[in-house]
């Protein structure tokens, strides 16, 4: 009984995984006409907006998910604290090219850069 409880509750964190996933990758499929559309806005402000909005939206998920308590240990290591760092500027860095790249009428290329890079990187 214990191990069919526990296969039941594996696939339903399977499924739930799967149309995470799916929702996720159908916004990120959204998100060139959302960047065409503020083509017209400057580069660094469409960048300032994502990184302010992303630390409510990440502090929202991390409530819902139930791990402020990882949260509170990351913030307490020195360590953690500068590996976060360099994450959020290569994430910026990454971010400000896809905008750019975006508002430049490259789509197609980006969109193939965004695919072929997890092949590459494995």
Request: charged share 15%.
């Amino acid at each position: 009984m214990v191990t069919e409880t526990a296969q039941l509750d594996a696939d339903a964190k399977a499924r739930r995984g799967f149309f995470l996933a799916l929702g996720a990758y159908f916004l990120w499929g959204l998100l060139p006409f959302y960047m065409k559309a503020v083509a017209h806005l400057p580069l660094i402000e469409v960048i300032c907006h994502r990184i302010v909005w992303s630390v409510p939206i990440a502090a929202c998920v991390l409530v819902w998910a139930g791990r402020t308590a990882d949260f509170k240990a990351a913030i307490r290591s020195p360590k953690s604290i500068a590996m976060a760092a360099l994450t959020a500027t290569l994430i910026s860095v990454n971010w400000g090219i896809y905008v750019w790249a975006i508002a430049v009428d490259r789509t197609v290329e980006t969109a193939l850069g965004y695919y072929i890079n997890p092949l590459v990187v494995v």
